[in-house]
């Protein structure tokens, strides 16, 4: 077996490395953190979307029961979504 002429690393060349990979780790988290906030504003602005059409769809109609079970459903879908999105985006600062 062949002797390896390599000499360990030392405590400082390991406590370096540790450093670099904490600097790296804390990069990557908050990176994580910025891309996760503006895909939730992205999904909040794509349900306040999908609600406003399903409520124009159903005023449409003409029919005053389509267009209340719609408002009920859109107004259902925002108080959910804020409900969701406000509680994520505290999660992503924490």
Request: hydrophobic residues 40%; negative net charge.
């Amino acid at each position: 077996m062949a002797e390896s002429s390599k000499a360990a690393p030392s405590k400082e060349d390991l406590d370096q490395a540790v450093e670099r990979i904490k600097e790296l780790n804390d990069k990557i988290v908050e990176q994580g953190r910025e891309l996760g906030g503006r895909f939730l504003d992205a999904y909040e602005e794509t349900l306040k979307s999908f609600a406003d059409a399903q409520l124009k769809l159903a005023e449409a109609t003409g029919q005053d029961w389509v267009s209340d079970i719609a408002r009920a459903q859109a107004d259902f879908i925002r108080n959910i979504s804020d409900a969701y999105i406000s509680n994520t985006r505290q999660m992503l600062k924490s």
